[in-house]
């Protein structure tokens, strides 16, 4: 008979983490006597992270004495008590490897229910002091569980732990733990834990995107949104072939194989890095671009928006001529048109055309029976790139609907001709274009401008998984339970480093590797450059990036590798000068 051997609870505070500030429920310290569970929680306790820990699919965290024995004897420790971990029950019985996701228990006058396993997060370890905890929960199939809480009741250490019911497909905490963070995925595994009603809305998503995942598929896209493998390493030296003025500001490039061969092709909507020669001794600039022509096409084609001081498209407009070289990185992203038969809409501002210019033009390619929105804003028809061949495209398609906004248009551009309305594309003029709720919807253009067009097409009925956006700079940081800062990225303070360079090209900052740093995330961490990470240790994937050049080493090696092409940058350090896509 399992049993109930401490009651832990805590409220979230601000904890120091090494220079940092953490706001955190993990502290957590046994109490005495009855304490009321309910459904988000136990009286007096509460998370101070909710995007990964807490709600309804996880309101008490369980964890058992005899993993408590386990890691004494694999530290060497007499210190660890419970709560430690961050527990809400601490329980005899119960392991890993025999409780299954849908068991039901009583526990006093509660009943709770198997949700999943416990979150891997760099917080499991703050309190302990072992940094590797997160990946050592899982390597050593000892994570805990959640549970949901189906009857509100009171608890007290010394209850017994009634099992009341079975879960269906018998698949086991350590099973389904294992089934999402360690290599092979079998596939009649997560089809039985995909039968599961009980299973967290949050793992259904990362395991069904396992058993979706195509055969010869690299990386894990449970964790990290997965793309095909690049189609070269590193950059290769290809022709401008042409270039061509596309409105005031926005030229086009057209780039091939040096020797004429069809270049790879690429799936609507990614982007490519080009490097651009050293300038007066500095670094080589490299910078990403999206691809604007159809896939299949034998040449890639970018389109560059000339910025002020802007140094890169500086030279992309004013010096590269057709017969020029240029050395570019194989199409990469995971922002692409889904193939399926979902209404299409495609949304941008500006230079932000580029990326669903290319997806228009692949519908347009195969003449789609979707129905297919193009919605689109620019300032007047001078600042108005790829206008006739959006207009021509969208010809090819038999549902095809466009609606144009200039926000300033010019005595010479045509209403109902050259646009559809005067303003911008806003929320209130995407409310009034009737656009169908299942919708898979594309957007681009200024960081205010996806966000608000985010927010419209959510407030409007689409579902969260159907909307995309794609970032042209460096994307949002993810740094759970610390406050994201807003510095602009720069150098980092002290002596620079004498090791390789590390190019974090969506930041335009080149940094020497320093000796004594412990990963690629530390380093990006001292020069303000957005991250995303949460274990800290190669097992949530987060930081998963991609790596456009160079190689890396892994300490500690990672529980699964990710993608072809990319690294885990919270445990990787440069064996050679390197680029990112940060």
């Known amino acids: 008979m399992a049993t109930l051997v401490s009651v832990n609870v805590g409220l979230p505070r601000d904890v120091s983490w090494h220079g940092r500030t953490v706001f955190t429920g993990a502290w957590k310290e046994p109490v005495a006597g009855p304490r009321r569970v309910r459904r988000l929680n136990i009286d007096g306790d509460g998370q101070g992270d909710l995007g990964g820990h807490g709600g309804e699919n996880r309101a008490v965290l369980v964890y058992q004495m005899d993993s408590y024995r386990h890691w004494a004897r694999e530290f060497g420790r007499d210190d660890l008590t419970p709560g430690l971990l961050g527990e809400n029950l601490t329980v005899e019985g119960l392991p890993d490897d025999e409780v299954c996701i849908g ?32 990946a050592l929960l899982v390597a050593h199939r000892r994570p805990g569980f959640y549970c949901r809480v189906i009857a509100e009741g009171d608890v007290e250490a010394g209850h017994e732990i009634v099992k009341i019911a079975d879960g269906p497909e018998r698949v086991t905490v350590a099973e389904i733990d294992a089934l999402l963070y360690l290599p092979g995925h079998p596939r009649d595994g997560l089809a039985r834990a995909l039968r599961i009603p009980a299973l967290s809305p949050g793992w259904q998503g990362s395991l069904r995107a396992l058993a979706e995942q195509d055969a010869g598929g690299t990386g894990n896209p ?117 193939d399926n038969e979902s209404p299409v809409v495609l949304v941008s501002a500006g230079v932000g055309v580029t990326p669903v ?109 159907r909307v995309h956006t794609e970032i042209f700079g460096a994307g949002p940081a993810l740094t759970p339970g610390i406050a994201a800062t807003s510095v602009a990225p720069h150098q980092p303070t002290g002596e620079p480093g004498s090791g390789p360079e590390v190019q974090f090209v969506r930041s335009g900052l080149a940094v020497p590797w320093e000796a004594g740093r412990l990963s690629l995330l530390e380093l990006a961490e001292a020069c303000d450059v957005p991250t995303r990470w949460s274990c800290r240790t190669g097992v949530c994937h987060n930081c998963e990036t991609a790596l456009l050049s160079g190689s890396v080493r892994y300490d500690p090696e990672p529980l699964e590798p990710p993608a072809e092409g990319n690294v885990l940058i919270c445990c990787a350090s440069p064996i050679e000068p390197i680029t990112l896509d940060l």
């Not at 999943?116 to 302990?128: E, F, H, K, S």
């Not at 927010?455 to 009925?461: D, F, M, S, V």
């Open 103 to 134: 068991d039901r228990y009583r526990v006093g006058g509660a009943v709770l229910e198997v949700t999943q396993p416990r979150v891997t997060c760099y917080r499991a370890g703050m309190r302990i002091g072992e940094p590797r905890m997160a």
């Open 222 to 338: 449970g964790l990290a949104a997965a793309s095909p493998p690049p189609a070269w390493a590193g950059f290769r030296s290809l022709i401008v072939r042409d270039a061509l003025e596309e409105s005031r500001s926005v030229r086009s490039m057209v780039l091939a194989d040096p020797a004429g061969a069809p270049l790879p092709t690429w799936r609507a909507g990614q982007s490519v890095a080009v490097r651009l020669p050293l300038q007066d001794g500095a670094p080589a600039l490299v910078r990403s671009y999206s691809l604007c022509n159809a896939p299949g096409s034998p040449v890639y084609r970018i389109g560059v928006k000339r910025e002020q001081h802007g140094a890169a498209s500086e030279y992309l407009h004013t010096r590269l001529r057709p017969g020029d070289a240029l050395d570019v990185a194989a199409p990469r992203g995971t922002f692409w048109l889904a």
């Open 357 to 465: 210019l290319s997806m228009l033009n692949a519908l347009a390619a195969t003449t789609s029976d979707r129905p297919v929105w193009w919605l689109h804003g620019a300032r007047d028809g001078a600042e108005h790139p790829f206008a006739a061949e959006a207009l021509g495209a969208l010809k090819a398609l038999p549902h095809g609907n466009c609606h144009i906004f200039y926000s300033r248009p010019a005595a010479s551009d045509r209403a109902g001709v050259d646009y559809t309305a005067q303003g911008r594309l806003s929320a209130a003029a995407l409310e009034t274009l009737a656009v169908p709720r299942e919708a898979t919807a594309y957007v681009c253009g200024p960081q205010v401008f996806m966000k608000e067009m985010e927010t419209a097409l959510l407030a409007h009925g689409l579902a969260p998984e």
